[in-house]
């Protein structure tokens, strides 16, 4: 069964790090590419940065430089690194598949990200 399962988020300070985890359980995620989205209080779901199974990352402008995506597919994990964290990061994070995926049936728990001084 399908199954991702997000942990590592926390409350930190503004300029601190975190490091998000995705425990993927099928096949399917260790061939799709796979990208961490985050949602905001009262804003809608925005997909943050990617990875492609072979290893190619794309990043939304507003996180990169700060964060880094990585996968290591022999353990069906992926890994989002966030440094420099600003109060606009708070948010409950998440990991899916991405485009050409979808990722409607595959959605986690998600884990709560607080950027706050």
């Known amino acids: 069964q399908e199954q991702l399962v997000e942990s590592g988020g926390g409350l930190v300070q503004p300029g601190e790090s975190l490091r998000l985890s995705c425990a993927a359980s099928?096949?399917?995620?260790?061939?799709?590419?796979m990208g961490w989205y985050r949602q905001a209080p009262g804003k809608e779901r925005e997909l943050v940065a990617t990875?492609?199974?072979?290893?190619?990352?794309y990043y939304a402008d507003s996180v990169k430089d700060r964060f880094t995506i990585s996968r290591d597919n022999a353990k069906n994990t992926v890994y989002l690194q966030m440094d420099s964290l600003k109060p606009e990061d708070t948010a409950v994070y998440y990991c899916?598949?991405?485009?050409?995926?979808?990722?409607?049936?595959?959605w986690g728990r998600g884990t709560q990200v607080t950027v706050s001084s």
């Open positions: 899916n598949v991405v485009k050409p995926w979808s990722p409607n049936a595959y």
């Open positions: 099928g096949t399917i995620f260790r061939i799709a590419a």
């Open positions: 990875i492609s199974s072979g290893g190619s990352t």
